[in-house]
Structure formats: C-alpha cells, structure tokens
C-alpha cells in the first residue's frame, strides 16, 4: 500500500469522527424538534446547499438516466430505509439491543461486498470484523445495559437497517464506476429531503405544529445541532464515504464503522463529562485492532468494475 493510497482511509476516519460527534448534537437538538422533523430539515438544508454549489458551478454535475436510476436505488436503502428503521427500530429495542445489531453492519458491508463487487476478505480480515463486534460488546455491557426488553418487530427493523447500511459501501463503489462522488451526495440529500420532510410535515400536521415546522430549526438550541448534522454529518461525512469508497475496495471500508462507537465514547467523555470505564476501554483498543487487521491484509479479487478516470484513480484502486 504506497503512501498515496492512505489518504481515503484518513478521511474515512474523520466521517467516523463526525458521525461520532453527531450523536451529542442530535440528542440536544431532538428537545426541540421531532425526529422527522429533524431529518427532513437536515437533508433539506444539505440538499440546498449542495443546489447553490453547482448552480455558482463551483462544481458541475452530469446526470442522465442510467445513473439517476442507480442513485435513487441507492438512496432508497441511504438513507431512506436506513434512517426510518434504525428510529423506529430504536423505540422498538433497549439501547444495547440496538448497539449490537448496528454493530453487525461491518459483517453486512463485507457480505454484499463479496456478493456485489466479487471482492473476497482473508480469514484474519473476517476475525477482525468479528473482533470489532466483541469490542463493541463489551462497551455495551461495561454500562450494564440489559436485554430482552425489545420486541420482534424491533429486531427485524434494525436486521433492516443494518441490510440497508451494508448495502451501502458496495452499492456507492460500483455507481463510482459512472458517477461521481458528488453526483451521488447530491442525489441522496435531496431523496432524503423530499421524503423525510413528507413524513414530517405529515406529523406536524396531526400534532397541529405545522405552522413552527421550519421556524423551530431557528431556535438558539437548535440551530447549531441542525446546522450541524446538515453541513457536517450530511454532506461532508456522505461526501467523504462516496469518496472512499471510490478509490478503495467497500469491504475495507468495513472496519470503520465500529470506530464511530469509539469516537461517540470520546465524544461524551470531552464534551459531555462522561467516565469512561476500564471494560470500555479493552473494547476500544479491540475496535482499532480489527481496523488495523482489516485494512492491512490484500483482498482477493474476483472482478470489479472498471472505475471512471476522472474520478477514480485506478492504480490507487487495484493496490488497495
């Protein structure tokens, strides 16, 4: 792996960073909105946002219908049904139920990887994704969180999210092939700004707030959080993962998505004061194990698309 390869794996490091930090702002910032609400107002704003940069032609975009059609399936599962199963599957779940099976994500990423993409991981590569599940178990039981108190339809809902968002890494890798990172950003954040604020606005509707639907977002506790998760969680954070994904193998992608636990637990120990326990930390040092034991190895190709030159560096991807 030469030195120029690193740079998709330092940036997926910092998505991990802000998806991490993100948990904090949207905790304060759901006292003041509701959770589609939320949602529909961060992809909104991310969306317009992202409008503004190609209509000053910062960057310019090429879409026809062979890659529409790809993207919108791609964001039917991301954020689509990511995002409404893991909230309603988080109701449904005590909250180490639900750490566990969002934990099981980096196994779903390299199961369609391998399905998708033909790309094949080592035995040690398998171990560390396993590993990085056990890190993460063992960070839910130094907090004594229990089980059992979820219900059936609860389990099946984040088993979907966990499908959607392991869908995700290979699906964005194979569209990289015609599409560019930015192209697919943009069409997601606008897929989950349509939907998600149909599914808000409907709410407000019945709880008799929509006349605050937008103006609440404005709100000095809420602002910074919406802002946020817009600007940073949304379109960087996306932006940085189709990036990625475009220069190297989803499957070694796999082993991040763990480390957002890890940053989430610094996260509350910096800025909210938290006490971080001796069993959390053996499952931290675990977590950045089993990145390292992911990334390390060489993964056996089967085949892979052919990647666009104006976007993907090939030699960049047959090394990695």
């Not at 792996?1 to 759901?30: D, N, Q, R, W």
């Not at 954070?237 to 763990?258: E, L, M």
Request: with cysteine.
């Amino acid at each position: 792996m030469h030195k120029k390869s690193y740079f998709p794996y330092i940036l997926l490091v910092c998505s991990s960073a802000i998806f991490g930090f993100s948990f904090l702002f949207t905790k304060e910032t759901l006292a003041y909105l509701d959770v589609f609400q939320l949602l529909g107002l961060r992809f909104l704003i991310a969306a317009v946002v992202m409008s503004i940069i190609v209509l000053t032609g910062l960057v310019k975009i090429r879409l026809n219908r062979k890659k529409l059609k790809g993207i919108l399936l791609l964001a039917f599962f991301q954020p689509i049904v990511y995002f409404v199963c893991e909230t309603y599957g988080v109701k449904m779940t005590s909250s180490s139920e639900t750490g566990m099976m969002i934990a099981l994500i980096p196994i779903a990423t390299a199961f369609f990887s391998g399905l998708i993409l033909k790309e094949k991981l080592i035995l040690r590569q398998w171990i560390s994704i396993f590993v990085s599940v056990v890190g993460v178990a063992l960070i839910i039981f130094a907090k004594g969180m229990g089980f059992g108190s979820g219900t059936f339809v609860g389990f099946m809902l984040l088993l979907a999210a966990v499908l959607a968002a392991g869908l995700y890494g290979p699906m964005s890798r194979k569209l990289s092939a015609h599409s560019s990172p930015f192209e697919i950003t943009f069409i997601m954040m606008w897929v989950g700004a349509l939907v998600f604020n149909a599914i808000g606005l409907s709410v407000a509707g019945a709880a008799g707030t929509l006349s605050t639907y937008f103006t609440a977002a404005f709100a000095p506790g809420a602002l910074t959080g919406v802002l946020y998760l817009s600007i940073l969680s949304s379109i960087i954070a996306f932006f940085i993962i189709n990036y990625a994904v475009s220069k190297i193998r989803a499957s070694k992608t796999a082993g991040f998505a763990n480390l957002v636990t890890v940053i989430s637990i610094l996260a509350g120990v910096i800025i909210a004061g938290e006490t971080i326990l001796p069993l959390q930390i053996v499952g931290i040092v675990l977590i950045l194990v089993s990145i390292w034991g992911v990334v390390s190895d060489k993964i056996k190709l089967k085949k892979e698309p052919q990647p666009n030159e104006g976007e993907i560096d090939s030699q960049t991807t047959q090394n990695d």
